[in-house]
């Protein structure tokens, strides 16, 4: 049975999950109740937030990690296994799988990426990085290329000739050629599941415009977040489309403002891994351009807490009152963090989520 996918349904601001495959999730700490992310905590997770009505689910991709008395996110699932798990014990809730194109071959990706649409019924999304860290496709032997986006051009088109093709073809393309290429079966979305980008750099920005239907960003302070999304619609309109814009957010949710920044402080900067957060930090900075380049000197504790992404740490009214700010930036959605998913998502769903929905942001 096919059904809209959530990231096409009315909610004003969707939100998912962010990062809950992998070892610490965000964040980059050693406290006792850190993130482990064991298959069963992940399922729970997943359950939580579809009966709640947490619209997606959003893994990262990570081959290793960033060292540190944890060796942090070095455990983490491979996606397409991870989602097509999630999609047999959950009803409603998008479920993304995050893809390196340098790593993954398309017709693999094609075969993959349908098996989880069908498995959910149409709940199946697409997350294209073209990756960051040597040390990741160093383990491949692939090196990183300058036109990484071009061949991910290359590598979607070819995912939805494969689709719709009645038939076997054959491709000869400036990175792949294939011969005598099928894919059976397609998705059930059509041409082929919705597709994200999480891009800074132009180049990045101007493959989602084109080729995705949204696209994820990060921003220092919410009053300047809006030229981001004015970015990414002026690049979207020149190749006539329409890119929705979404964001990350790392969230300490409590009862009083005092409780939140205290367990913030105690997690992010107290007993956060520091050897892993200066490893993390040096290796975004080289390398990802994926944040404005003072948010590296300004907010190291942004990067403990959850890789760089905006804070969201007060009562559930406060954080209510900064998502609306960020929805009113042009914001499409947000993707949050936590630093213990199965600890903290019960309460942010009895408490936010209500509040949401009183400011008209939610269904």
Known sequence: MTRLHPLKGPNKLKLGIFAANADGGLAITDVPERWRALWNDNLSAAQIADRAGIDFFLPIARWAGFGGKNKVREWSYETFSWAAGLAAATQRIGLFMTVHV????????????ATVDHISGGRAGLNIVCGWNPKEFGMFNIPLVDKGYDQASEWLRIIEQVYAAEGPIDLNGDFYQLKQA?????SLQTPRPVTM??????????????????????FTEIAEAGKHVADIRGRAEKVGRDVGCYTVCHVVC??????????YERYAVTLADKEAVDQHMAGKKEFSHSHDADA???YRKRFAGGAGSYPLVGTPEKIVEEMKAISEQGYAGIALSFANYLYELPYFCDRVLPLLQKAGLRT
Request: contains cysteine.
């Open 182 to 186: 099928v894919s059976r079966p397609a």
């Open 254 to 263: 409590r009862e009083t403002q005092a409780e939140a920044e205290e367990y």
């Open 296 to 298: 590296y000197d300004r």
């Open 102 to 113: 340098p790593i993954v071959h398309p017709l693999y990706a094609a075969k993959a990426l």
């Open 197 to 218: 980008n999480a891009a800074f750099g132009g180049p990045g920005r101007d493959f989602a415009a084109a080729h995705c239907e949204y696209l994820f960003t990060t």
